[in-house]
């Protein structure tokens, strides 16, 4: 059970690595160019991140589950 919750977490993590990186890249773009996103892609780049995220939490259930053999793991080497 432990490390189905560390597993989790890890994937938590990622999905937060993955937002992080995407606000920065848009804090970047602001900053360097000195104006703001088209609406229109910011709200495209919403959405890819938000498929991202669910992409990433999927995984990690199916992996759970057992349902997904040799897919990524989310967790630390020693508790497999």
Do not use: H, Q, S
């Not at 990622?14 to 900053?31: G, K, P, S």
């Amino acid at each position: 059970m432990g490390g189905i919750l560390i597993g989790f977490l890890y994937a938590l993590l990622y999905c937060a690595i993955v937002i992080l990186i995407a606000f920065a890249l848009v804090w970047a773009f602001r900053w360097v160019f000195n104006k703001d996103i088209d609406p229109e892609v910011y709200r495209w780049g919403k959405v890819v991140i938000g498929l991202l995220c669910v992409i990433i939490l999927l995984t990690w259930l199916l992996t759970a589950l057992g349902m997904l053999g040799g897919g990524p793991y989310f967790g630390p080497r020693f508790l497999r």
